[in-house]
C-alpha cells in the first residue's frame, strides 16, 4: 500500500478505530478463557487432596520444575535474562546477553565481599573498602565495558531506525499496522502467559512478557528513506590539532615523574599508584580524543580500563602516603648530617652528572608540545634529589666506638 494514501486522515482515523476495536476483542477473549482456567484449577484442587493423580488434568504442574536459589540476585538475572531471550535483544545489541552476564557476576561478587566482611572478625576498614574496590575493577571494570558497547549498540540501532521514518505520522501509521497484523499473535501470548502464571512457571512469564514487547515495539517502516551523516576522518583531524599541551597535562607529567624517581625507587606502592595514575590520566585523554573524533564504539575498551585502575589507585595511593613519610624523614636526616650529604655526593656523582646533563639537554633540545619532555624534567629532577638526600646504603665511614676501643688497647700495651 503506497504511504500517501494509506496516511490520510479518514484513513488513519479508520485504521486507529479498527485497530482498538480488535485488540479490545482479543483481550475480551482472553479474559473468558483465563475465567475458565481459573474455575478448572479451583475445582481440581478441593479434590487434590484425594489422590495425587488429580493434577493429571492441569499439564502445566506435571511439567513445572522448581530451582533453588541460593541468593536473591540469581533468581532476578535468570528471570531478565529469559525476557531478553524473549524481547530478541540480541537483534539490538549482539552483546546484549554478555552485559546481563558482566552485572550479574559483578552483583554477586560484591554480595559475596558484603557477606565475608560481615562473617569476618577483626578485619580493618582500609581491607573493607579495598576489598570493594577491587570487585570494581575486576568484575565491575568488565561490565562497565560490556554494558557500554551494548548501550551504544543500541542507541546506534534506534538512529538507524529512526531515519527510516519520514516523519511522526509515518511512525504511527506503521505502529498501528503492526498492532492489526499481530492480533491472533497477541492473543496466543496473552493465553502462554495465563496459563505459564497459573502453572507457577515464571521464567517462562517473563520470556512471553519479552516477546509480546517485542512483537509490540518492533515494526517496519512503510516508506524507505536514508539519511546520510558525514564523519570526520581522524588523519583529518589530527592534523587539525594545534599539537599545545594543557597546563594540566603538563603538572601532572611533571608531577608523576617526579614522585616515580624520587620517591617511588624506594616506595613500592609509590611506583603503582603514580603509574596508574599516569595511566587513567592517559585513559581520559583518550577518551576525550575518541568523543571528539566520534568514535564512539571504541569508548566502551577505554571506560573499561579507567575502572580497572581504581583499585590499584586506591589502594597503593593509600598505602604510599606511610611510605612518603617515612622517606621525607630519611631525607631531612641526610640534609642535616653533613657526613651522609658528602658521602651521597662523592658516591653518587656519576648518576647525578647523568641526570644533569640529560635534564640541560632537554631544555635546550626538547620538544615542550610532547609529554615526553615534561615527564623527563620530572624524572631527572627527582632521581637527583633522590641521589642527594636519601639515607646512604652499607653507610658506616668511621666506627667512632671502634676507634676509641682500639686506640685504649693501644696504650696499654
Known amino acids: 500500500m503506497h504511504y500517501a494514501n494509506f496516511a490520510s486522515p479518514r484513513r488513519l482515523l479508520a485504521l486507529t478505530f479498527l485497530g482498538v476495536v480488535l485488540f479490545s476483542e482479543s483481550v475480551f477473549l482472553s479474559q473468558s478463557v483465563e475465567s475458565e482456567l481459573t474455575a478448572l484449577e479451583e475445582s481440581s484442587l478441593e479434590t487434590s487432596h484425594l489422590s495425587t493423580s488429580s493434577f493429571a488434568a492441569d499439564p502445566f504442574k506435571l511439567e513445572q520444575t522448581t530451582k533453588v536459589y541460593t541468593t536473591a540476585i540469581d533468581e532476578v538475572f535468570d528471570l531478565f535474562d529469559r525476557f531478553l531471550e524473549g524481547f530478541r535483544a540480541t537483534v539490538f545489541s549482539p552483546n546484549a546477553m554478555k552485559c546481563s552476564q558482566r552485572v550479574r557476576s559483578t552483583a554477586l561478587t560484591f554480595n559475596s565481599t558484603l557477606v565475608n566482611y560481615g562473617t569476618a572478625k577483626n578485619q580493618s576498614v582500609d581491607r573493607y573498602v579495598f576489598n570493594f574496590t577491587k570487585v570494581i575493577s575486576v568484575q ?23 531515519t527510516q521514518f519520514t516523519d511522526f505520522t509515518s511512525v504511527i501509521t506503521a505502529f498501528l499496522q503492526n498492532l492489526i497484523g499481530n492480533i491472533l499473535n497477541f492473543n496466543t501470548i496473552y493465553q502462554n502467559i495465563v496459563n505459564a502464571n497459573t502453572a507457577g512457571k515464571y521464567s517462562d512469564v517473563y520470556f512471553y512478557i519479552g516477546r509480546l514487547s517485542y512483537l509490540i515495539l518492533y515494526f517496519d517502516p512503510m516508506v524507505d528513506s536514508s539519511l546520510e551523516s558525514p564523519v570526520q576522518d581522524p588523519i583529518e583531524f589530527l592534523l587539525k590539532q594545534d599539537g599545545k599541551l594543557s597546563l594540566y597535562t603538563k603538572i601532572t607529567d611533571v608531577a608523576g615523574s617526579f614522585l616515580n624517581a624520587s620517591i617511588g625507587s624506594v616506595s613500592p606502592n609509590s611506583s603503582v599508584c603514580v603509574g596508574n595514575l599516569s595511566y587513567f590520566n592517559d585513559s581520559i585523554s583518550l577518551l576525550v580524543s575518541q568523543y571528539e ?18 583499585d590499584p589507585i586506591t589502594s597503593a595511593c593509600f598505602y604510599s602516603g606511610a611510605e612518603y613519610l617515612n622517606v621525607l624523614l630519611d631525607y631531612l636526616v641526610t640534609l642535616i648530617d653533613i657526613n651522609k650529604l658528602t658521602y651521597n ?23 615542550p608540545n610532547t609529554n615526553k619532555y615534561w615527564r623527563g624534567i620530572g624524572k631527572d629532577i627527582g632521581l637527583i634529589i633522590n641521589q642527594i638526600s636519601y639515607k646512604p646504603s652499607n653507610y658506616d665511614p668511621y666506627n667512632t666506638t671502634k676507634k676509641v676501643v682500639q686506640a685504649e688497647q693501644y696504650v696499654l700495651y
Open 140 to 162: 565491575g571494570a568488565d561490565a562497565v565495558g560490556e554494558c557500554y558497547t551494548t548501550g551504544f549498540n543500541v542507541y546506534s540501532y534506534v538512529l538507524m531506525r529512526a
Open 293 to 310: 573524533l566520534k568514535l564512539y564504539d571504541k569508548m566502551g575498551t577505554t571506560f573499561k580500563r579507567m575502572v580497572q585502575a581504581v
Open 345 to 367: 655526593l662523592f658516591h653518587n656523582m656519576g648518576r647525578i652528572y647523568d641526570a644533569t646533563t640529560d635534564l640541560i639537554s632537554i631544555f635546550r633540545f626538547g620538544d
